[in-house]
C-alpha cells in the first residue's frame, strides 16, 4: 500500500547515466516515480519489470530509476542493459538521495502527482497494480474535489 506524505521535495536535480539532468518542473502534468534500488536487492529485482511495464504503457508517468549502494557504475549500468530498463536511470549517493528524503531501505518510491506535489510513498516492494490504485482513488478525490467547487 502507498502512503500519503508529507515531504518537501520539490527542487530536486537528478543526473542520469546520459547526462540529462531530470527535475520534478520538468513533468508537470505527469505522475512523477522516483523508485530507489541497487543491483544486490531481490524485492527491487522483482518490481523492475512492473516499473517498465507501467512505463511503456502510461504516458501519464514518468519513471526515474536510482540506483544505490553500488562498487562499480559500469556493473550497475551493464545490469540496467541487461534488463532493457527503457526509463532513465540515475547513479544514486547519499548526497543525491537527500534530495528527496533519507533512504532507509531499499527499494524505496516515491510518487509525485501531476501538479509536482508529493503524493505517497512506499517502502519495500511496489507492484504496477498499488501504483495505478493509488493513481486511480487520486484521480477519481480530485475529480470529486473538482466538482465540489463548482456552483
Known amino acids: 500500500m502507498l502512503l500519503s506524505i508529507g515531504i518537501d521535495a520539490q527542487g530536486f536535480q537528478l543526473k542520469d547515466e546520459t547526462g540529462k539532468v531530470h527535475a520534478l518542473t520538468d513533468y508537470k502534468g505527469k505522475w512523477v516515480l522516483i523508485n530507489f534500488w541497487a543491483t544486490w536487492c531481490p524485492p527491487c529485482l522483482e518490481e523492475i519489470p512492473d ?3 507501467l512505463y511503456e504503457s502510461r504516458e ?28 532513465p ?7 543525491i538521495a537527500s534530495q528527496i528524503d533519507d533512504i532507509t531501505m531499499l527499494p524505496t518510491t516515491y510518487l509525485f502527482d501531476p501538479a509536482g506535489q508529493p503524493a505517497a510513498r512506499k517502502l519495500g516492494l511496489i507492484s504496477r497494480e498499488d501504483i495505478e490504485e493509488f493513481i486511480k482513488l487520486e484521480s477519481v478525490d480530485s475529480l470529486k474535489n473538482d466538482m465540489s467547487m463548482k456552483p
Not at 508517468?61 to 526509463?87: H, T
Not at 536511470?89 to 548526497?95: A, D, I, P, Q
Open 89 to 95: 536511470t540515475v547513479l544514486g549517493s547519499r548526497e
Open 51 to 53: 516499473l517498465i511495464a
Open 60 to 87: 501519464d508517468i514518468m519513471i526515474i530509476g536510482v540506483a544505490m549502494d553500488y562498487a562499480n557504475p559500469e556493473v550497475v549500468m551493464d545490469f540496467v542493459d541487461s534488463l532493457a530498463i527503457p526509463y
